[in-house]
């Protein structure tokens, strides 16, 4: 069973920053495109950012500037920086990984982190 377990979520005033981080198994690791994903009460699941095995990055509109999406192969771990936090980035936020299978892509999810960005 291939599991995602994310850290570093919690309550931050405005204009904080906080780290997330997303172990990754080694045996998707590598061969992954990896990616945050946040979802707010009442709201759909959006992507943040995403990073692909070449180190290519790509950030939702929202985020650019603030956040930062790298990927430490030796530690098989994913990090989300975001800074400048807003209230409006308050959400459950989820690490996944897609890795490639044939012509389509296996999704694999986190359990989650709150972060609330509140005074």
């Known amino acids: 069973q291939v599991q995602l377990v994310e850290s570093g979520g919690g309550l931050v005033q405005p204009g904080g920053s906080l780290r997330l981080s997303c172990a990754v198994p080694g045996s998707i690791f590598s061969s992954s495109v990896l990616g945050w994903y946040r979802q707010a009460p009442g709201k759909q699941r959006d992507l943040v950012a995403a990073i692909t095995s070449g180190g290519s990055t790509n950030y939702a509109d929202s985020v650019k500037g603030r956040f930062t999406i790298s990927r430490d192969n030796a530690k098989n771990t994913v990090y989300l920086q975001m800074n400048s936090l807003k209230p409006e980035d308050t959400a459950v936020y989820y690490c996944?990984?897609?890795?490639?299978?044939?012509?389509?892509?296996?999704?694999?999810w986190g359990q989650g982190t709150q972060v609330t960005v509140s005074s």
């Open positions: 996944n990984a897609k890795v490639p299978s044939g012509f389509f892509a296996v999704g694999y």
